[in-house]
C-alpha cells in the first residue's frame, strides 16, 4: 500500500512536469517566436520545437510507465498492451509532423538539413523509436509472433526504449541550444550571453525537461514498482512452449515406434 502510494506521488510529479513541458514549449513559440503557421515560414519551424516535446518525450515517457500503474495489475494485460502501442504511435506520428515541418521550411528558406549535431541525435531518435514501435507490434501484439520470440525480444524491447528516452533528452536539450543561439544571436553577438527573459525561459524548460527524465528513470528503476507477473510471464510461457514441444515430440515418437513394431 505504501509503495503504491509512492509510486502515484512519483506519477504524479511525472504527470505535471510533462504538462509544464509542453506549456513552457508553447508559450515560448508563441510568445517569443512568433506563433504557429503552416506556411513554410520559421512560424511553420515553430511546430517542430512542440511536436517533438509532446510527442517524443511526454506522450513517450508516460507510454514507457504506463505497466508500472498498480491499477493495471490485477487485469489482463492485451488492453494495455494495445494503449501502450497506440501512445507511442500517437508519439510516433507527432514526431514525423514535427520533422516534416523543419525539413519543409529548410527547404522553402534554402537552410541546409542535417548539418549539426542536434539533427543527427534527433533523426537517428526518430529513427530507432519507428524500429522500436514495429518491432515491439510484431513481438507483443501480432498472434503470429511465437512465445520465445516474445521472450527474447522483450529485454532488447526494454532497453532499446530506454536508449531512445536518454537519445530524446539528449536531441531536446540540445535543440533548445541551437534555436537560443540562432534565434538571439542573430540580434546581437552578447545577446545570448547577456541572458535575456527568453533564455530564462527557454532555460528553464530545459530543467524541466531534464527533471521529468529524472523522475522517468526513477520509476523505470525501482523494482518495487515493476509489474508483479513482468519477470516470470515470459519464463512461465517458454516453459509452456517446450512442454508443449516435448509433448509433441514424445507423440512423435510414439507413433515411430509404433510404425517400427508394426514393420
Known amino acids: 500500500m505504501a509503495s503504491s502510494r509512492s509510486f502515484y506521488a512519483a ?10 513541458c509542453v506549456v513552457f514549449v508553447c508559450f515560448w513559440n508563441s510568445h517569443w517566436r512568433g506563433g504557429f503557421a503552416w506556411d513554410g515560414t520559421e512560424s511553420q519551424f515553430n511546430w517542430h520545437p512542440v511536436l517533438m516535446v509532446t510527442g517524443m518525450l511526454v506522450l513517450y515517457g508516460l507510454g514507457a510507465v504506463l505497466y508500472r500503474l498498480p491499477c493495471t495489475w ?18 510516433l506520428l507527432l514526431s514525423i509532423t514535427g520533422l516534416t515541418a523543419v525539413f519543409q521550411v529548410h527547404r522553402n528558406l534554402k537552410i541546409p538539413d542535417m548539418y549539426s549535431m542536434h539533427s543527427w541525435v534527433g533523426l537517428c531518435t526518430a529513427a530507432i523509436f519507428a524500429c ?4 515491439g507490434v510484431v513481438g507483443f501484439l501480432c498472434p ?9 525480444l522483450k529485454p532488447l524491447h526494454v ?6 528516452l536518454m537519445l530524446v533528452l539528449a536531441s531536446c536539450i540540445s535543440g533548445i541550444n541551437e534555436n537560443l ?50 519477470n516470470n510471464e515470459e519464463t512461465a510461457l517458454l516453459l509452456r512452449e517446450d512442454r508443449s514441444g516435448q509433448l509433441i515430440d514424445n507423440r512423435v515418437r510414439v507413433k515411430e515406434e509404433s510404425h517400427d513394431a508394426d514393420i
Open 181 to 230: 543561439f540562432f534565434a538571439l544571436n542573430g540580434v546581437s553577438a552578447a545577446a545570448y550571453s547577456s541572458l535575456p527573459l527568453e533564455a530564462w525561459f527557454a532555460n528553464t524548460l530545459g530543467v524541466l525537461i531534464v527533471a521529468f527524465g529524472v523522475v522517468l528513470f526513477g520509476i523505470l528503476s525501482k523494482a518495487d514498482w515493476q509489474h508483479p507477473d513482468a
Open 159 to 164: 532497453w532499446m526504449g530506454k536508449v531512445v
Open 132 to 135: 522500436q514501435w514495429l518491432l
Open 144 to 152: 503470429c509472433s511465437s512465445l520465445r520470440f516474445r521472450g527474447g
Open 74 to 91: 490485477s487485469q489482463g494485460k492485451q488492453p494495455w498492451k494495445i494503449l501502450h502501442a497506440g501512445l507511442m504511435l500517437s508519439a
Open 11 to 20: 506519477f504524479d510529479l511525472c504527470v505535471c512536469l510533462g504538462v509544464l
